[in-house]
C-alpha cells in the first residue's frame, strides 16, 4: 500500500468516508490539533488531509488572519471536502499533490498536521524534507501514525482474511504493521536524521466508541480501499463478516456497540 495507488478511493467511498471514517479519526483529531498548539494568524498545512476534518478544525484556532492548506493526493477526497462548510475561522485552500513533491514555495508554513499519512508516503524520508523544506525556521510538525494494532483492527483482519483472502486482509491491516507504522525510535531517527530540532514522540491513548458495529463495519469499510472486494460479496457474505467482526469484539462490547483502548505515537518537531 502506499500513497500513488494504495489508498485511492472513488467518489461515492469518499462520501462514506467522511461520513463514517472521520467519526472513527474524528475522535483522535481535536487531540492532534491540541497538541500542534495552533495560534492565531498561523499558516497551517493538514498533509493528507483526506476529506479535510484536521483543516475544519484548525480553521477556529488560526483565525480569520491566519490560512490554512489541505494537501491530498485523492481528487475524490478532495472534492469532498471542498463540498463540506468550514468552521469559522480561515479560509481552506484545498489542492492535489503529493507530500513527496510539493509544489509550495520554501517557507510556506509554520505548522504542518499529518494524521495518519505518514505510513502511506511511498518515501517517508523524502515526505519528511518536504516538511521541513516548506516550514519557516522555528516552524513545527505534528504528526501521528499508529503505535498498535487494535482489536478493531484485529477483528476486522481476521474477518477478512476468512472471507475475502490473505491479500484482501493485508491491505486493510497495512497501515498498523511496523514495516508501515514505524516505532517510536524509529520515527524520532527520521526525523533527526532529516534534520528537524527539538523532536518528540508522544504515546498517547484513549478508548475508542463505534456504534450499531455491524451496521458501522459495512458502512467504515465502503470508504476504504478493500470497499470492491467486500463489495463483491453476496449479502449473506457481508452480513456473515459483519457478525464476525461484532464476535471479535465481543470483550469490548458496550450496547450494540464497542469501546475499545487505541494508541497513536504522535511526532512534534520543530524547523
Known amino acids: 500500500m502506499n500513497e500513488l495507488s494504495g489508498y485511492q478511493i472513488s467518489g461515492a467511498g469518499a462520501r462514506m468516508y467522511e461520513r463514517y471514517a472521520t467519526q472513527y479519526m474524528g475522535q483522535w483529531a481535536p487531540d492532534l490539533i491540541d497538541i500542534a498548539a495552533l495560534q492565531p494568524g498561523e499558516r497551517v498545512l493538514d498533509l493528507a488531509c483526506g476529506t479535510g476534518l484536521l483543516a475544519r478544525l484548525a480553521t477556529p484556532r488560526v483565525g480569520l488572519a491566519g490560512h490554512v492548506t489541505g494537501l491530498d493526493i485523492n481528487a475524490e477526497m478532495l472534492a469532498v471536502a471542498r463540498e463540506i462548510p468550514p468552521e469559522r475561522g480561515a479560509l481552506i485552500e484545498w489542492i492535489e ?4 513533491a510539493m509544489t509550495f514555495a520554501d517557507a510556506s508554513f509554520e505548522v504542518i498536521v499529518c494524521q495518519q499519512g505518514l505510513q502511506f508516503f511511498p518515501d517517508r524520508e523524502a515526505a519528511l524534507r518536504e516538511m521541513l523544506r516548506v516550514l519557516v525556521p522555528g516552524g513545527r510538525v505534528a504528526l501521528s501514525v499508529w503505535k498498535s ?7 476486522v483482519g481476521d ?8 491479500e484482501t486482509a493485508e491491505k486493510y491491516r497495512a497501515g498498523r504493521r511496523l514495516r508501515m507504522a514505524p516505532s517510536a525510535d524509529t520515527l524520532h531517527g ?5 534534520g528537524f530540532r527539538a523532536v518528540d514522540v508522544l504515546s498517547r491513548t484513549r478508548t475508542i466508541r463505534h456504534p450499531a458495529i455491524e451496521t458501522f463495519v459495512l458502512n467504515h469499510l465502503a470508504g476504504h480501499p478493500v470497499a470492491v472486494t467486500l463489495a463483491a460479496l453476496s449479502e449473506d457474505g457481508r452480513a456473515e463478516f459483519a457478525r464476525l467482526v461484532k464476535n471479535g469484539l465481543a470483550d469490548y462490547a458496550e450496547g450494540d456497540g464497542v469501546a475499545y483502548p487505541d494508541e497513536v505515537n504522535v511526532v512534534t518537531a520543530r524547523r
Open 159 to 166: 474477518a477478512l482474511e476468512q472471507l475475502a483472502g490473505v
Open 97 to 100: 499533490g503529493s507530500a513527496v
Open 190 to 194: 527520521m526525523a533527526v536524521a532529516t
Open 149 to 155: 494494532p487494535s482489536p478493531y483492527n484485529r477483528a
